[in-house]
């Protein structure tokens, strides 16, 4: 019997009410599986998918904590515990005054397939809190950090749930939540990733997301014929973490990259983002939480205030921001603007309307959870290198993520091919990511 996707998502969203990002993120993986499941009938069975769709474990609780005034302030903190088939949940905690259930709800979803992509053993999680932390002192956010762990502690540890950053949670907050976990439990491990380099962090991690997008789009732009990143012109969305090292490896490989943004607008270099821009870039958020308007103003660019960088000429857009920054509009302004490739460097920045003019006209379009494995894989190596006691060196991490981003591209080849022989990367990280989970969910019975 064919599988009906249209009752498989009605289902969903009568389970799932009000979480329209996890009902999206799985469509998009469900229509891309359908077909697949089809000629796979074992995939069907024991309701595998059903099961798929289902959480593991949720942990929602109470994250009391005193401010500066010494008012008491009181936040909720989320672990999504997506899926262990192939390893530890794995996947970063997100401080965001937008976090919901169902935000973390897709990001653990998403994460589940990712995380299989990478070939490391890791299962999928997600977590965080309706936590903000702009403006609050650094004192407050270790003070919130010290509580969000003191719940969060009993159901992590480094082989039941490994946590990281993700928007609103870097090296500051992870080196909080470490204390505090080690004070608690009175063992020195490697529960978090993203850790500072004297306490058992990776070297390359803070380089590894943004790295990693540019490997994986240089394979696309080569397979496709259409030369590698080498002279091509990349639009971004950012300009944290994933934005300034992205920027730095499309330098390394001979590209240029003209927009660097924030929520609040983008600012437009035409002549290319270079090495000293990106010492003024790198710190300006991560230490001094200052407004991008901050580099237009420094140099003198253009500032284009509430406006998104998909409007401006490019070879390859990069989103880099977050779920749905990039949508049906600005995926048509990208086409007139003669964009040939949209690699996503985050969680699902386009959405599914977004996806269908990019297939469409026949650009090149790589879902995150492809492109943007490039971080968590690097924190499954510093699992390894935590377990073993032991720090490789950085050329060793980037050797191997190189060879990671260009495992996931050849995997997305392999499931994602159409008799034409182009590409659909959304069809081959989907089905390829599923294949590893739903094998070992099989052998492991009904658990
Ligand atoms: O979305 C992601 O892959 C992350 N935030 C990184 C997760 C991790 O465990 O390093």
Known sequence: MSFDVSKFMERVIAKNPAEPE?????????????????ANPRYQKDALLERMVEPERVVSFRVPWVDDQGQVQVNRG??????????????????SPKVTLGTLKFLGFEQTFKNSLTGLPMGGGKGGADFDGVGKSDAEVM???????????????PDTDVPAGDLGVGGREIGYMFGQYKKLVNRYEGVLTGKGLQFGGSL?????????????????LKRAGLGGIEGKT?????????????IENVNRMGGKCVTVADPFGFVYVPSGITEEHLEFLKPLWAVYRRPIKDFAEKYGFEYREGHRAWEVPCDVACPTATQNELDGEDAKRLLNNGCKAVVEGANMPST???????????????????SNAGGVAVSGMEMSQNSERYSWTKEEVIGKLQQVMFNIHETCVEYGKKPDGTVNYVNGANIGGFVKVAEAMIAQGIV
Request: include cysteine; charged fraction near 15%.
């Open 22 to 38: 996890f009902h999206q993120a799985v469509q998009e993986v469900i229509s891309s599986l359908a077909p697949f499941v089809d």
């Open 78 to 95: 989320y672990r999504v515990q997506f899926n262990s088939a192939i390893g530890p949940y794995k996947g970063g905690c997100r401080f």
């Open 143 to 157: 003070r919130f950090c010290q509580a969000f762990i003191s719940e969060l502690f009993r159901h992590i540890g």
């Open 204 to 220: 390359g991690r803070t380089e590894a997301t943004g790295y990693g997008v540019i490997y994986f789009a240089d394979h696309m």
């Open 234 to 246: 990349v639009a971004l969305s950012g300009a944290g973490n994933v934005g300034c090292y992205l």
């Open 352 to 370: 599914l309307e977004a996806i269908e003019i990019f297939h469409d006209a026949g650009i090149l379009f790589s879902p995150g959870k492809a």
